[in-house]
């Protein structure tokens, strides 16, 4: 069974802080990893991930994937009480059909 | 504002209702997708319509009929539903299975 896990689970900063959000994966036939910002309601895509090592930047955000480790870190520099969200994991899979594996997400609060 | 729209945006309904979830993209995409997020639980993916085919359905039950007319339309058509089924019903598209996905708003469904 296919498995996304993130960590931590929820993290409160104070503005200006950088904070590294973690998810880890175990699926078979690994296609890209996703990441989302997730407020109120609808999550908004923030990057996709195929490569290994290839760092991925908008703005103060930043993502990259290990594909030997199995593992994504999302990075957020100088934070701002707008980062405030849940932000989920997602990972595609599936030789011939498709999955798509969510994590249960990281709620990070961001205290002026 | 994102390009996929869902209406209702909130709906409460007893157990022998049936009624129907719509959601529409003005992207242009060919994949289109129903999601469920309940309280504390990842998201989970529920249907999967490529080419207004559907390709995956993740042992849904029966209660829930999904029904893809075109590229731009997908409903979901609920009947005698249980409490448990109260949650965030999350509509997303995709240009194809290998593209990032944009999420509608969500319907938010509860089960009386």
């Not at chain 1, 998810?23 to 195929?50: D, G, H, I």
């Not at chain 1, 798509?100 to 609060?109: A, N, P, Q, R, W």
Request: hydrophobic residues 30%; glycine residues 6%.
């Amino acid at each position: 069974e296919d498995k996304v896990v993130q960590s931590p689970l929820s993290l409160v900063v104070h503005e200006g802080d950088t904070v590294t959000l973690n998810c880890s994966y175990e699926v078979t036939n690994f296609r890209s990893l996703l990441w989302y910002k997730q407020e109120k309601k609808a999550p908004t895509f923030l990057f996709m991930l195929t490569s290994s090592g290839i760092e991925k930047k908008s703005g103060r955000l930043s993502s990259i994937l290990d594909k030997k480790e199995l593992f994504s870190i999302l990075n957020i520099t100088a934070t701002q009480t707008g980062d405030s969200a849940v932000y989920l994991c997602a990972v595609e899979s599936g030789a011939g059909s498709y999955q798509l594996t969510f994590g249960k997400g990281t709620k990070l609060s961001v205290i002026p | 504002e994102t390009g996929v729209t869902q209406t209702p945006r909130h709906l409460v309904m007893g157990m022998t209702n049936k009624k129907s979830l719509k959601c529409e993209q003005h992207l242009g995409h060919n994949a289109m997708y129903w999601y469920k997020q309940s309280a504390k639980k990842p998201l989970e993916l529920m249907f999967v319509y490529n080419f207004k085919e559907q390709t995956e359905n993740n042992s849904v039950p029966s209660r829930f009929s999904p029904e893809c007319p075109n590229s731009s339309h997908l409903f979901l058509h609920l009947h005698t539903l249980q409490p448990e089924d109260s949650a965030l019903y999350l509509c997303a598209s995709s240009q194809g299975s290998e593209f990032e996905q944009y999420f509608g708003p969500g319907t938010r469904l509860t089960v009386t």
